[in-house]
């Protein structure tokens, strides 16, 4: 993929970016539409309805936990609210039927950082997407990802190593661990999502760039008669090859914190 100039802002490279979703035409016309656009932004009152459609549904979101004032700056005060944490890209996905009528059909995220404590660069995280309950069931959420993943590709160039992405979906989890995910993400353990009143558990994954897994593979190759090492070694090797399970991330801590 080509690489563009680091010095360029992400939104000059989003707007160099595609504006259109790919998608096949069987899949087109299964959902009834012409095409999918991207935009960057969106009317007050698409916002609105997508805050409240996320509020009101039982899923797991962060935007669950967003109160939001029905205003005319309510894009801006949820951009702004994402990008206090770390410098995020939004994209809205919008569907246009074949009588010409745009409307909502989904928005996705890729904030550049992991956290913003996170000190290393070249890791972006593919976050916040949702599709609205009309689109669902056409296997949208693959392109809306790949759309996503290239974006990723494109802004850091070289100086990409991983994309975070985590899901609640037990079905995206069950593809990721038999290996059939289109994308080749790794499970890596999971997190909490505070929500409201509980916490709510999130799948986490990472692709990995070829540079960063020859890396890790080359580290992880060194023999050694320490245990620990040894131990620690399998657990990276393990985490690369996408065979965590559960209890994997805190097995690789106790090592590491072992190994120090």
């Known amino acids: 993929m080509t690489s563009l100039k680091v010095e360029k802002s992400s939104k000059a490279i989003a707007a160099d970016y595609s504006l259109r979703l790919t998608l096949d035409e069987r899949t087109l016309t299964m959902a009834g539409l012409d095409r999918v656009e991207v935009e960057r932004e969106i009317s007050a009152n698409d916002t609105a309805k997508l ?12 935007w669950k936990n967003i109160k939001l004032n029905a205003s005319s700056s309510i894009l801006d005060e949820l951009i702004q609210s994402e990008n206090k944490k770390r410098p995020t890209d939004f994209f809205f996905y919008k569907a246009v039927r074949k009588n010409g009528e745009h409307t909502l059909l989904a928005v996705g995220t890729v904030a550049h950082k992991i956290s913003s404590t996170f000190a290393h660069d070249g890791y972006p995280v593919i976050a916040r997407c949702y599709i609205v309950p009309e689109f669902r069931n ?10 996503r993943f290239e974006f990723c590709h494109k802004f850091f160039g070289d100086r990409l190593r991983g994309i975070h992405l985590g899901s609640q979906n037990p079905r995206i989890h069950s593809v990721v661990k038999k290996n059939l995910f289109e994308l080749p993400f790794s499970y890596i353990g999971d997190e909490y999502l505070s929500q409201k009143d509980s916490f709510e558990r ?18 992880s190759a060194n023999r050694t008669d320490n245990l620990v090492l040894r131990g620690l ?10 065979k965590f399970d559960s209890t994997s991330f805190h097995r690789l801590l106790n090592f590491v914190e072992k190994a120090q």
């Not at 805050?51 to 962060?62: F, N, T």
């Not at 070694?233 to 996408?242: A, G, K, L, P, T």
């Open 202 to 219: 999130v799948f986490d994954y990472l692709w990995f760039s070829p540079q960063l897994r020859a890396e890790l593979f080359s580290l």
């Open 233 to 242: 070694n399998r657990c990276v090797r393990d985490m690369i090859e996408n």
């Open 51 to 62: 805050i409240e459609g996320i509020h009101a549904e039982d899923c797991v979101h962060s």
């Open 138 to 147: 056409y296997r949208l959420y693959m392109p809306i990802l790949k759309h």
